[in-house]
Structure formats: structure tokens, C-alpha cells
Nanobody, 112 residues
């Protein structure tokens, strides 16, 4: 049974950087694009970024474009989200998704 496990979340100050990871355990990531979503406190879950299987095509929400980068390492079955110039508005639980499979999320908190 494949599971997605997010890690790397934490508390940072505004302007700092953080990298979170999504690793597939018990199997491989599928050939679907892998996506990152986030759910800010009291708000709906929203799309953040996506990367295709080859890692050649990426898509970003307007709110993170130019600050976040999504990358993948298929050998390691891992997808990364590099987050730079973090803002308090980026505070959320971050989830990765591979097809219909979702991880449990990792908390990112950005203090002002």
C-alpha cells in the first residue's frame, strides 16, 4: 500500500525559506502530476503547485509564483517544495497529492 508522507514543516520568520518534502513509501509515485495543496487556518484547501512525471512542466498558484519551486526526484520517490521569501499568509497545513492519494500534511507557520 503506497503512502505519501510529508515532512519538513515548521515555524519560520517572514522572509525566510523552508523546504518541505513528500515521499512515497511502500511503492512508487504514479505517472500522474504530483501536486501540493495547502489549507490556511479557517479556509478552504487551495492549490499551490504541480509538477509532471518528467519534472519538465511545473504550474504554480499566482500567490506563490516566483517564490516557490516544485521539484521531483523519481529515484527517491520524493517531491520537494522549496519556499522562499515566506509570508505570514503562507501559514497553512501543506498536503501533497498523487492522483487520488493524499498525505497527512505538514504544518508551516510563518511569523511576522
Amino acid at each position: 500500500q503506497v503512502r505519501l508522507v510529508e515532512s519538513g514543516g515548521g515555524l519560520v520568520q517572514a522572509g525566510e525559506s523552508l523546504q518541505i518534502t513528500c515521499t512515497a513509501s511502500g511503492g512508487n509515485l504514479s505517472k500522474n502530476p504530483t501536486r501540493w495543496f495547502r489549507q490556511p487556518p479557517g479556509k478552504e484547501r487551495e492549490f499551490v503547485a504541480a509538477v509532471n512525471w518528467m519534472g519538465t512542466t511545473t504550474t504554480y498558484a499566482d500567490s506563490v509564483k516566483g517564490r516557490f519551486s516544485i521539484l521531483r526526484d523519481n529515484v527517491a520517490n520524493t517531491v520537494y517544495l522549496q519556499m522562499n521569501s515566506l509570508e505570514p499568509e503562507d501559514t497553512a497545513v501543506y498536503f501533497c497529492a498523487d492522483g487520488d492519494l493524499w498525505g497527512q500534511g505538514t504544518q508551516v507557520t510563518v511569523s511576522s
